[in-house]
């Protein structure tokens, strides 16, 4: 089982600040998803990214994958109070049934 | 269209009691899989269902224990509950290996 560590575990910021949340592994990654979860809500996919060096924008939100594909970051510009959550990166799906969660960074985006 | 729904929402159990969570899939998806989140951490990966069948399994003890009906729907029964049971179980539906969708979860509490 590929073993995915995220940092940092938590990151409390003030609105409009930007940051960067990093996933890492000792072995590569067929593919990469990143997933949002809310309070009691389940994980929402935010965006997959399966070639090295691939980079993809989803609005204020920019994730970067690795030229091994052994690392995976995602950028927030302007954070707002609507992205707090736990930002989960994740391996696995499509013919790997399971997926494989890390643990999470925490992100409070304080008004 | 209707989501992944998971019943009930909340469960409190007291140590060695079973417990059977419900998930209905999302529309037109086959696939169901079932992930535990302990408190803090991301979701662990317990099993997965297609066609009626058990196709992959976690690392659980055989005390986790799941069903798919023919519309589906599936459910996870946990036998001789233990206190770190307790944790949110999230159900996800899939059509074949796409995209899987989370529903919002069943917090379960051991006493």
């Known amino acids: 089982t590929q073993l995915l560590e995220q940092s940092p575990q938590f990151l409390s910021i003030q609105e409009g600040e930007n940051l960067t949340v990093y996933c890492n592994s000792s072995?590569?990654?067929?593919?990469l998803q990143w997933y949002r979860q809310e309070p009691g809500e389940g994980p929402v996919l935010l965006v997959t990214?399966?070639?090295?060096?691939e980079v993809k924008k989803l609005k204020r939100l920019t994730f970067q994958f690795g030229d091994a594909r052994k690392d995976s970051s995602l950028h927030i510009t302007a954070a707002q109070t609507g992205d707090t959550g736990l930002y989960l990166c994740?391996?696995?799906?499509?013919?790997?049934?399971?997926?494989?969660f890390g643990k999470g960074t925490l992100l409070t985006v304080n008004p | 269209d209707a989501g992944v729904t998971q019943s009930p929402t909340h469960l409190i159990k007291t140590r060695g009691q079973q417990v059977t969570l419900r998930c209905s899939p999302k529309?037109?998806?086959?696939?169901v899989s079932w992930y535990q989140q302990a408190l803090g951490q991301g979701p662990q990966f317990i099993f997965q269902?297609?066609?009626?069948?058990?196709?992959q399994r976690g690392n659980f003890p055989d005390r986790f224990s799941g069903h798919q009906f023919p519309n589906y729907s599936s459910e996870l029964n946990v036998n001789a509950l233990l206190l770190g049971d307790s944790a949110l179980y999230l159900c996800?539906?899939?059509?074949?290996?796409?995209?899987?969708?989370f529903g919002p979860g069943t917090r379960l509490t051991v006493l």
């Open positions: 996800a539906s899939s059509e074949l290996a796409y995209e899987q969708f």
């Open positions: 072995s590569v990654f067929s593919s």
């Open positions: 990214v399966v070639t090295g060096g």
């Open positions: 994740v391996s696995g799906g499509g013919s790997n049934y399971k997926l494989t």
């Open positions: 529309s037109g998806h086959d696939t």
């Open positions: 269902y297609y066609e009626e069948e058990e196709r």
